[in-house]
Structure formats: C-alpha cells, structure tokens
C-alpha cells in the first residue's frame, strides 16, 4: 500500500488516487501533512516540499475547489513528458486535468455542430492525442514513488479487450421510410444523376434486393464470434439532422425489440435532444417500451458532447453510463485511458456515480475526416492499438450499419473490423 502525505485530502486527490488503484491495482493510504511527525519513509505531495528525494511539489489544482484557469506547458516528469501548471511540473494533476477534460470547460471556438475541436486540445499542440498520456503519467508516478521510497510495487495491468459499436443513425437506406420522403430522394438522385442509386432504391422498394444498410446478420455474427457488441439507436422525432426511420412504426418498433433480443442496446439520443431535456426523456422512455427494460447507455448523435451539460442531463433522465467521448475530427485518445471512469462534475467538484467509455476510432473519421482509404487506416488503427495493448483496458471501436454494407462509398471498409480483431488478438497472443 502507498502512503502518501498531503496538504489535505480533497475530492480531486481521492479521485486520481481512485483511478490508480483502478487502473493498476494498487492500493494507498492518504495521510495529512500534519499527522506524518515521526515518519521519514513517507512520499510527499504537497504545495509546501521542496526535498524532491521526498516525492515532489504539487501544483494547487488537486487543492482547488473551482474551475481554476492555469497556464499549462509541457515539460518533463524523469523521463516522461508530463504538463506544468503555472510552471509546476505535476503528474497527479495532469491526470485529473485529462481526465476530467477540464479544458473543454473553459472558452473554446465550438465547431457548426458545437463540438469542441481536437485542434484546440492541448493533446494536438503537444503532440500526444495518439499516446495514452494518462496511463503514462500513472506510471511515471510509480516509477517515481518505486524509487525515491525504494520499494517494488506489485503493479497490474488490466487485459485487452475489444468492444465493436455501431450508431444506427438510419435503420434502413429506403425500406419504411414514408412515401413523401422516398419521392424526394428520387428527385435528389434525378438531379445528381445518381441512376446507380435509383436503381437499388427501386430494387430494395420492390422487394428484389435487400436493403442495403441491412447488415444486421453480419452484426450479430461478430457477437456470435464472442465479440463483445453494443448498438446505440436513434428513435428520436424526424428533423433536419434525424432522419431514421419513424420511431411511430410498428414494424420498426418490432424490429428494435427482435435485435434487442440478441444484442445490447442502448441510446442514441437525436440532435435535436442534445438542448432538450424533455426530448431526451422522451427518446430514452420510447426505447424502453420498445425493449421492455430500462436503458442505461447512450452515444450522442454527431457526437455532440458538451461539458459538463451533456452528463448532467443524460444523469437526469436516468442514464448511467456514456460512449460520445473521442474525436470525431482526429484520430486520438481523448480520453487519455480506453479504460471506464468516472465522471467528475467540475461544476460540482464532485465525482459522479456515471461512468465514461472512451471509444478509440470511428469510421466516419478515417474516411471522411482524414480522407484515407480502407487500406490506408490499417497502419492508423494498427498503431491505436499497440499503444492501447501497453496498458490494457476496453478498445471500442465506432461503426454504423451502412458503413459495414460494401455499398456506395463503403466497399471494402467491413474488412476493417476483421482487421481490427485481428490485430487485437495478435498483439494479445
């Protein structure tokens, strides 16, 4: 067990300290400044050491109770490249300020969907938003205490582990969708001189062909391979950017319910419900008489997170655990960890019984975003995932249902997720 002497035991220290005894299994004991007289073998974290043999000077923001704005910069912690806040180098407070995802609280230029911007993320300016950079600094904390308290540590490392998640933004490309809708993409074709896509809409219409966003058996045979799956559903009202199949249907209730059946479901609250409380209840009260059972998890749709906004209100309706956090825009760790914690309300300064699963790439992002091609992401994803096997914890991956179809601009891209569990079971072989 560490025994570690602080300035005072606030909420952010048993949060970190919490996260380390996660992460690594290894436990500690937090004793006051005032209390350690008597002790010499004691590691010291305080705003008050200057005897760096003693464990190091802390940085104030574990001793802060509010959103403190502190000039941050890169630096060195031994050998790791490590934050300074207000030119104190401090590994514990970077993990809590990554963590928590504190700069997203303060001003930031929100993208057209009001997102924040990997670009404005000190991990893109430092060049780290591809390093699990929390996970670094635990072990650069360890080593640290390993050897100025001489001690070995019996530190352990959490598996690999691969969760596949598919947003299902649209059930089905035409199948359901209602006349007037239909009528309009066929005029929007028309004039793009689409007749490929024509062509497959009126096949899939008339029953020739199966619609092609229907890749739910190559779903469920992923889950079937022991492969832990977890779909996220749109249900939410049709607008401008929720476009599923209406959440009225019957057949499309029925089919909710009959995957349910075999896969997990959870969420995928509608853009428009991102600044509607009352939205929201309804979208997550709607899936659950769908399923018949309560519904816990979500995803934001266009992954629109907004600190501390976004948890506060999925914790009101009941939601107890969220997939949004990543980059939509970069591929990166935003999270700094693929392994579950808690929320921190900073508003609040105060942990929250509502746990965060950080997702490591999206689909969208590889193709749209950076502009790569099927082939050309597997270094991309291969790279993700030997960083990720350092350290251990949950890969999720985010996927869509059309993405997987082989149809359009998709073809070739399912061999990626073969790719992807390839890799992982390589590297943990």
């Known amino acids: 067990m560490l025994e570690i002497a602080v300035d005072k035991l606030t909420q952010r220290i048993q949060y970190v300290f919490d996260r380390i005894r996660d992460f690594r299994g290894v436990d500690f004991n937090l004793i006051a400044m005032d209390a350690i007289i008597g002790k010499k073998d004691i590691y010291i974290y305080s705003q008050t050491n200057n005897d760096e043999s003693k464990g190091f000077k802390s940085s104030e923001l574990l001793y802060e109770?509010?959103?403190?704005?502190?000039a941050i910069s890169k630096?060195?912690?031994g050998q790791q490249e490590c934050l300074a806040f207000d030119g104190i180098v401090d590994p514990l407070a970077s993990i809590f300020y990554h963590l928590t995802r504190m700069e997203e609280y303060c001003c930031f230029a929100p993208d057209v969907?009001?997102?924040f911007q990997a670009k404005d993320s000190f991990l893109v300016n430092y060049g780290w938003e591809k390093q699990l950079m929390v996970e670094r600094w635990i072990d650069a904390f360890l080593e640290d205490y390993q050897r100025k308290m001489n001690r070995t540590l019996e530190i352990k490392y959490s598996p690999l582990s691969l969760t596949l998640t598919f947003d299902i933004d649209n059930t089905f490309a035409f199948k359901w969708k209602p006349f007037t809708r239909i009528l309009g993409s066929y005029f929007k074709d028309f004039f793009r001189l689409d007749f490929k896509r024509m062509a497959t809409k009126s096949a899939t219409l008339l029953r020739f062909r199966?619609?092609?966003y229907n890749t739910y058996d190559k779903i469920i045979s992923y889950h079937k391979k022991g492969i832990n799956v977890h779909l996220f559903w749109l249900v939410g009202d049709f607008d401008k950017y929720d476009r599923n199949v209406s959440n009225t249907s019957v057949k499309h209730r029925r089919f909710i319910n009959e995957i349910g059946d075999e896969l997990a479901i959870g969420l995928h609250p509608s853009y428009a419900s991102n600044e509607s409380f009352d939205k929201l209840q309804k979208e997550k009260n709607d899936l659950e008489v769908i399923l018949n059972h309560s519904v816990e998890t979500s995803?934001?749709?266009?992954?629109?997170?907004?600190l501390p906004e976004t948890y506060q209100r999925n914790q009101e309706v009941g939601l107890t655990a969220d997939f949004t956090l990543g980059f939509g825009d970069i591929i990166g760790f935003r999270a700094g960890t693929i392994q579950k914690f808690p929320f921190f309300d900073l508003e609040k300064n105060q942990e929250q019984d509502y746990w965060i699963h950080p997702f490591s790439y999206m689909d969208g992002t590889l193709r749209d975003y950076l502009k790569l091609s099927a082939e050309q992401s597997k270094k991309v994803?291969?790279?993700l995932i030997?960083?990720?096997?350092?350290?251990?914890?949950?890969?999720?991956a985010i996927w869509h249902n059309e993405s997987i179809s082989e149809w359009h601009n998709w073809k070739d891209w399912s061999k990626l997720i073969d790719y992807t569990i390839q890799k992982i079971d390589e590297v943990n072989h």
Do not use: C
């Not at 109770?65 to 502190?70: E, G, H, V």
């Not at 995803?299 to 907004?306: E, G, K, V, Y």
């Not at 030997?386 to 999720?396: D, P, Q, S």
């Open 65 to 70: 109770q509010s959103i403190t704005k502190l």
């Open 75 to 77: 630096t060195l912690f």
């Open 113 to 115: 969907h009001g997102r």
């Open 210 to 212: 199966k619609d092609p």
């Open 299 to 306: 995803r934001q749709h266009f992954l629109r997170l907004r």
């Open 381 to 383: 994803i291969e790279a």
């Open 386 to 396: 030997v960083e990720a096997h350092k350290y251990g914890g949950n890969f999720i």
